[in-house]
């Protein structure tokens, strides 16, 4: 799909890490309607040809490009940059991969292993897994954030306030996030395009792709909100609920611990029932099965549930 | 709705705490169906009538009584004892409440608050909550559980291994609960009816509410899971997404301190748009809003978010 838009940052206007002097690439009016050219986490290391032994070579110093930054004039800290994701112009593929030290399980899990997937977006597309599996394609910025007020270079992977790195599912088409702006201009950038994810990322990765993403960029003057939120336009898990899920729990008094309790038995029960390897399952659920917290009050043990979406085999 | 049922459990028939050489109150052939009566968590101390000011009186050595417990023949350490939620028979009221010391953001609410809901069961129900808020009645058994190797009285609060107070939303009607079975004869207990609530139960209780509860009880010879498991015959969210959500987030180190960052600024959205008082709000939250795990593997900053249905306000 194409959409409108006054402005395109280019995939060649990328930085690696946040860095509040960065000159901007562009500067706008709020209202504006900007579209970014969004790269994949690898910067375009990784292919549709990619294995699982390019893993090892991928050069890190180069990993989780973003594009920008857009200055948006009149921002000053204490306001919220709100974003209207307007619409995704997609690829036809993705990846997904464990890489070694990297994800939930990185201690069960420490080899190299990469998924190439296949879809056609212009057609509601499914990407398919292996024999019988489907996972619908719903895009979203892995990373979406505007420069800290920390000076500096400031690291990449790990989110913060004013977002960043947030691999958070349901910034989709047609929500609505606002990011609390820390310095003048906000400088907003964007990169890491998945094409489908569970709420977690379990592996690390999702379905990894590059994508073109239009958005509108206006001020809430006084708004900045204690960490990025966002409005969705509709329901979060329709596309993929039809089915029911198998769930999964981990319980005791650490959240972390039951989060990997419900995961490894999902991994399990997912290999385990329709003839896969653990790896592939645990990439599997990565791109398509939910964490969600469902007691958090009986002290001193709370339950982490891991929900696998059915209609993935249906 | 009456379900045709074998037997059926009377509240009198009830416990506080897990202890396995409690004497069954029935023992059943694996295929049988089974009505439990199953008493609210404060074992009827709270009525239509109770207010805020009836919590300071709660006798806590009473609170969450279990009915129970059920042996089912045949079932040894190893087994999973399988339960389907065959269905409800509800009441037409709950209650709410913030407990002093209990609950997610027990610093933030000290003081004791009470909410009464009504409710006609026969009509698809919606609870109403001030002015122009509707919670949809979805219940489920806060508490469900088998006995526990571990010798002597345990702790009924805080769930375990076995199950027990799972306060998990999705344990309603249709879905299949596998338990792993620790002592012979498995000895199944229920309590702590919920007429709705939202992944968390963030304020520490729900729509809290008394009904009978009919359930299949099944083996699985040596199906043991680790934890608790359960499949669900559909969509989990579908009585409430309409409309989409609200979500805040809280972005750190810590999953727990992400859940109540998130939720404190959910409880300060809520209040400020549809002017109820934060406890009043922290008290739908807890009965409508879900937390889930949005992103765990970007060190060292995880994603806790906190989804609240627009659909409550619709």
Redesign the interface.
Known sequence: MKIESDHTIHQEKRHYGWDNSLKPALTVSPGSVVTFDVPDASGGQFTPASKAGDIPGLDFSNVNPVTGPVAVEGAVPGDALKITLLGFELTDWGWTAIIPG???LADRFPDSFMHIWRFAPETGALAEFGPGGRVPIRPFPGTIGVAPAAPGLQEV?????VGG??????LTEGTILYLPVEVEGALLSIGDGHAAQG??????TAIESPFKLTVKLELEKGGA??????????????HI???????????GPD??AS?K??VS?MVD?ISGRYGMSAPHAYMLCSVCA????????????W???C?FPLSVFA
């Open positions: 990297f994800g939930l992977i790990n989110p913060r306030r790195n947030m691999d958070t599912r349901d709420d977690g990322e379990v592996c690390g909100p204690p960490f990025p939120r966002f409005t969705t336009p509709g329901p979060v898990t329709r609920d039809e089915k029911g899920y198998e769930v999964t729990t981990g319980v959240l972390m989060a309790a419900a038995a029960l939910d964490l969600r917290i469902s007691e958090i009050v009986d002290a001193p043990n339950i982490v549930t929900h």
